[in-house]
């Protein structure tokens, strides 16, 4: 039983470090290259 609590504690350690590091990512890098990107995409998509 210890196991099984301590594997569910490293799985919600890794969810909150791993939604830190998206938040991060997309604050930082999304507004850099993120919407180059995006405005591409849609550009390509349209011709």
């Given amino acids: 039983m210890e196991f099984f609590n301590s594997s569910i504690f490293e799985t919600n350690l ?5 939604s830190i ?7 930082r890098s999304f507004h850099l290259q993120g919407r180059s990107s995006v405005l591409a995409s849609i550009r390509t998509k349209e011709t």
């Fill in 14 to 18: 890794l969810r909150y470090s791993f």
């Fill in 21 to 27: 590091f998206l938040s991060y990512r997309n604050s």
